[in-house]
């Protein structure tokens, strides 16, 4: 590592872990404030749909996200399932 | 008509009781006719940071359960004629607040006051339901630290969908940031959250910054709500947040590290 790499990691660090702090906190929040919203069930739902999709192709646990939306007088609830590419495929 | 403020944070220790006695003592400093009650019911210390605890006779519970009338149990400020605070019970049962009882005490309280501060216990269960239920106002008080923050979300979440207001439809409960513990030498230097980090994540308005101060404990140690210490750059603070409270505009201060002179920065050392 040259000397100029030392010194932008070093700059780096004493940069300080406040910003790390601030990243941190906007993912949690923004996680929890968006299961607040939902309905109570919602975790479930995600989780009985997780295990029928398993049935069926290998995913990773974060594979299928559930969202209600607000749309002025309605909800629309949101189911998106990322599946794997070809390879990773059991049958 | 009268306003009820819930002093709250979800996290402990952050400064909920110490916040709630100033904000008390500084409503009644301004003239009006406050009552400050404790909910934190098993762990009483409001009554010690505000220096009355060998006075207390009768408390919250025993106005509740109707063993004595709100008159007896009301302890008066020496120092303030308009403030009264009510303690919390030391009785270890944890059910003793009734939501019923708790309204109906509320309502009483009303009637004799302007404001009523509810100084909530720590975490989100039914005391601190119980003291966020009726409220107008919440003050969040909330250190610049990632847990305090995390837990900061989570009771305005609870402000928004738990209160009576929210309850019953009415306009929500209007939130204030009460950032404490703040030392612009960290924030300066990257290791603390900066009031503008936690503002943007919490998106609250910020009624005030109350820096980290030797002020503080000297004042709990003496049972002076530190808004009293005048000197005090944590009492000016405090002062500061319940003018804006009240409507005032004033500017932020303590926010900066404080210039400190040749002298100073000799032999001054931190």
């Known amino acids: 590592m040259g000397i100029a790499d030392y010194f932008r990691e070093r700059r780096k660090q004493q940069r300080g872990s406040a910003s790390v702090a601030k990243e941190r906190l906007q993912i949690i929040v923004s996680h929890e404030r968006s299961q607040r919203d939902g309905p109570d069930y919602l975790p479930m739902l995600r989780e009985e749909l997780l295990q029928v999709v398993r049935r069926y192709v290998t995913v990773d646990p974060d594979a299928v996200k559930v969202e209600v939306d607000r749309q002025e007088d309605h909800e629309v609830l949101e189911l998106n399932i990322t599946l794997p590419e070809e390879a990773e495929r059991v049958r | ?270």
């Open chain 2, 1 to 270: 008509m009268s306003r009820i403020i819930v002093v709250t944070s979800g996290k402990g220790g952050v400064g909920k009781t110490t916040t709630a006695a100033s904000l008390a003592a500084g409503l009644a400093q301004s003239g009006y006719r406050t009552a400050v009650v404790d909910f934190d019911v098993g762990l009483r210390n409001l009554d010690l940071v505000m220096g009355c605890e060998r006075r207390v006779v009768f408390d919250f519970v025993n106005v509740i359960n109707e063993d004595a009338r709100l008159n007896q149990a009301l302890i008066k400020d020496k120092r303030l004629d308009n403030l009264a605070l009510l303690p919390a019970s030391q009785t270890r049962d944890k059910d003793a607040l009734t939501a019923e009882g708790v309204e109906r005490v509320i309502e009483e309280l009303r009637a004799e006051f302007d404001y009523i501060v509810c100084d909530s216990p720590a975490g989100i269960e039914r005391g601190a339901n119980l003291a966020a239920y009726h409220a107008d106002d919440a003050v969040v008080v909330t250190n610049p630290e990632v847990s305090s923050v995390r837990d900061s979300d989570r009771v305005l979440g609870l402000l928004a969908s738990r209160t009576r207001r929210a309850e019953q439809g009415e306009p929500p409960v209007r939130e204030h940031l009460l950032l404490s513990r703040y030392d612009p030498q960290r924030v300066k230097k990257g290791d603390m959250l900066s009031v503008e980090d936690v503002r943007e994540i919490l998106a609250v308005n910020l009624l005030g910054v109350i820096p980290e101060s030797k002020a503080v404990l000297n004042a709990s140690n003496a049972g002076v709500p530190v808004i009293l210490e005048d000197d005090a750059d944590a009492g000016q603070a405090y002062s500061d947040a319940v003018a804006r409270y009240l409507g005032e505009q004033r500017p932020h201060r303590f926010l900066e590290v404080e210039r400190k002179g040749l002298l100073g920065r000799m032999f001054g050392g931190q």
